[in-house]
């Protein structure tokens, strides 16, 4: 049985595993910086502390603040998702309000899509906005599959920065 957790240093094992089968790279949805520290203990628990003040930043080059939350499975670190608390044009145009990831080895048992639909839940029963935007990649059918299945309403098809297209989905999250 899945669950969304607060992140928690104890997790580090566990997450150290899911950041190897992800290539040691970005892990969507995790709130990873290129200058986080994930491969030693002591750095793993400061960028936890960093996830866990990112509720309350101050809105700062294009960083808003954030929910962040595991998706374990017992003492396994399965995932991660994030809400960002509203959008900047940029986030309207290309990131949305919510990102979440699957470490390969749990893709395709139904992680993502009870997490985004838990996630939309929360929202709407704390008075969040009446819909949230997500994004995928337009190659990334798995993911669409995900967003559709909670709701995800596809608005248009848009190019990225990095040439390549990404879809843009509306969840109207008090009809989950």
């Known amino acids: ?85 509203y959008l900047t044009p940029a986030l309207l145009n290309s990131g949305g309000h919510i990102g979440y990831g699957v470490r390969p080895s749990y893709r395709g048992r139904g992680a993502a899509s009870w997490a985004l639909h838990e996630v939309c839940a929360r929202v709407a029963a704390q008075g969040g906005p009446d819909r949230v935007l997500l994004t995928c990649d337009d190659t990334n059918a798995a993911s669409a599959r995900t967003i559709e299945r909670c709701g995800g309403l596809l608005e248009d098809v848009r190019m990225g920065g990095n040439g390549r297209n990404f879809r843009r989905y509306w969840i109207d999250v008090a009809r989950i």
């Open 1 to 85: 049985m899945f669950e969304l957790v607060v992140p928690d240093a104890s997790f580090y094992p566990s997450f150290a595993e899911s950041h190897r089968e992800w290539g040691g790279a970005h892990q969507d949805g995790a709130g990873l910086l290129p200058d986080d520290d994930v491969t030693t203990a002591e750095g793993f628990a400061a960028w936890v502390r960093r996830l866990a003040g990112a509720e309350r930043v101050a809105e700062s080059g294009g960083i808003v603040p954030c929910t962040y939350r595991w998706i374990t499975e017992g003492p396994r670190y399965v995932g991660a998702i994030a809400f960002r608390h």
